[in-house]
């Protein structure tokens, strides 16, 4: 089972470091990919006791400059396929745009090495297929990129769920909208190789941390609306991110949609890089049988004693940023080297 349980130490805390001795094996683990996510994985990476970070990967020069400069890695490569050859890693992080996690997934997994994958898991159900068939054939570990799994918030509602505070969780509603958010960096205006904007970016962090809530409910059927009005043309207002590349842009503003799932369940999606609403919104709602909730702010409504209560947590460890994207690797890392549970398989 998953270690679920409430702690104030560190998200990301160092199993290997919590012993005084060295760690009896580690970890040698390359990253493909080394943009802006990276930073954040090899910051995490290198504070464990029990990991090599032996290799990089990428195509830009510039980025593999900052890998050596700023994070002194000597084994840079710009193939991917020549790293796994030479390196033969243990592990690898694949932090590379939507298009490639699937074919790098599989290499890698092909070549004998765990995978973490940065999400979305790939473009769509038949990559995703692929890369299962790999890790099953391989006897490898594959994970995917959701930290969001391992938020207080998350974690905090998913306990109320184990205990029966919500019985039946019956409609969720999953925002992640941005009233002027569209990346100026990376490749997410692109459709070919990204797979889609927001709905793929951004909502599939929220949709996943619910459908993870609600006790992963089987899907039977969805549809949904795309709308494009204002990525493709140059920003006219100020906002935190001008300047995206217009020209290029052919993904969604604004996406939304509706999951029903096989135990009666249904889930409503919104997800924006551009849309005018009055503020950014990063949130699930819920309503249960005997009991309902938000993420944000963490709180519970239900009935207790002949009253209509609301419950908010007097305490809860911080989500920052940096914590998740280590406490998931932190899991990935148990996995490998300890055979731990991924709690973000790439099949739950
Ligand atoms: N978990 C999260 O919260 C989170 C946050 C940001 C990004 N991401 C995901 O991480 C991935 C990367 O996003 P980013 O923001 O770091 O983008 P980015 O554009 O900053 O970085 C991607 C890097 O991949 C490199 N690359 C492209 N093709 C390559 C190839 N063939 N071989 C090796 N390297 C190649 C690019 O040169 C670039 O440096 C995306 O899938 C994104 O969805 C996840």
Redesign the pocket.
């Known amino acids: 089972m998953v270690d679920r349980s409430v702690s104030t130490d560190s998200l990301g805390r160092d199993q290997a470091a919590a012993v005084d001795s060295p760690p009896k094996k580690k970890l040698k683990i390359a990253i493909?990919?080394?943009?802006?996510?990276?930073?954040?994985h090899i910051q995490a990476l290198r504070s464990m006791a029990d990991v090599d970070i032996v290799a990089g990967?990428?195509?830009?020069p510039r980025?593999l400059q900052v890998m050596q400069q700023k994070f002194s890695l000597t084994h840079l490569y710009?193939?991917?396929l020549r790293m796994l050859a030479e390196v033969k890693p243990d592990a690898v992080s694949?932090?590379?745009?939507?298009s490639?996690?699937a074919p790098?997934a599989v290499h890698a997994l092909q070549a004998g090495a765990h995978v973490i994958?940065?999400?979305?898991m790939a473009m769509n159900p038949i990559e995703c297929r692929q890369m299962l068939g790999a890790a099953k054939k391989s006897g490898r570990k594959l994970a995917v990129?959701?930290?969001?799994r391992y938020h207080p918030h998350t974690q905090m509602l998913v306990r109320a769920r184990d205990s029966g505070q919500f019985g039946d969780v019956m409609f969720v509603k999953c925002q992640a909208l941005r009233r002027r958010g569209i990346?100026n960096?990376?490749?997410?205006g692109r459709k070919e190789l990204?797979g889609g904007g927001p709905m793929?970016?951004l909502g599939v962090?929220v949709m996943e941390m619910a459908h993870y809530m609600m006790g992963s409910p089987r899907p039977v059927s969805a549809a949904g609306n795309i709308w494009t009005y204002l990525g493709h043309k140059p920003g006219n207002v100020a906002s935190m991110w001008p300047g995206w590349d217009h020209a290029t842009y052919n993904v969604e503003d604004l996406a939304v949609g509706h999951i029903r799932f096989e135990n009666g369940a249904v889930m409503q999606v919104e997800a924006s890089f551009a849309a005018h609403i009055a503020a950014d919104i990063w949130n699930f709602s819920f309503m249960g049988t005997r009991g309902g909730g938000s993420w944000d702010p963490p709180t519970i409504h239900t009935d207790s004693a002949g009253t209509m209560v609301n419950i908010t947590p007097a305490f809860l460890p911080s989500g920052d940023?940096a914590g998740?994207?280590s406490a998931?690797l932190r899991n990935f890392v148990d996995a490998c080297l300890y055979d731990a549970e991924l709690m973000a398989p790439g099949e739950t």
Do not use: A
């Open positions: 493909i990919g080394c943009g802006g996510i990276s930073e954040l990967v990428d195509i830009k980025r710009d193939d991917y694949v932090c590379t745009p939507n490639l996690h790098m994958t940065e999400k979305p990129g959701f930290q969001y990346p960096w990376g490749v997410f990204q793929i970016d962090h940023f998740l994207i998931k």
